[in-house]
């Protein structure tokens, strides 16, 4: 069993950057993939980030890439999605998710097992 509590969220201007972080508690933090997701009011969840157990790999959505880095630090049992050059559009309640896969970068909700309870993001223009 994982726990993730997510922080860091808020109101934040367009250009502005913020840093999320996703703390996790449990056992094997460091076995599993990190993901971020959003979800926007009206839209569907969608992957933002991951980063594969090791840290060796990542994936970004195309209208994040260039702007967010994802990172995990497996000695703290943390993992972060830093948002630079904020955009109204990146509104959205953000989530973070563990998954067990191992081979590589899950980019499907359903490989994600535990995830937190969400963190607001709200860009303004």
């Known amino acids: 069993q994982v726990q993730l509590v997510e922080s860091g969220g808020g109101l934040v201007q367009a250009g502005g950057s913020l840093r999320l972080s996703c703390a996790a508690s449990?056992?094997?933090?460091?076995?599993?993939?990190m993901g971020w997701f959003r979800q926007a009011p009206g839209k569907e969840r969608e992957l933002a980030a991951a980063?594969?157990?090791?840290?060796?790999?990542?994936y970004y959505v195309d209208s994040v890439e260039g702007r967010f880095t994802i990172s995990r630090d497996n000695a703290k049992n943390t993992a972060y999605l830093q948002m630079n050059s904020l955009k109204p559009e990146d509104t959205a309640v953000y989530y973070c998710?563990?998954?067990?896969?191992?081979?590589?970068?899950?980019?499907?909700?359903?490989?994600?097992?535990?995830w937190g309870q969400g963190t607001q993001v709200t860009v303004s223009s």
């Open positions: 980063i594969k157990w090791s840290g060796e790999r990542t």
């Open positions: 998710a563990a998954s067990a896969e191992n081979w590589g970068v899950p980019l499907d909700p359903k490989n994600y097992v535990y």
């Open positions: 449990g056992r094997a933090f460091s076995s599993y993939a």
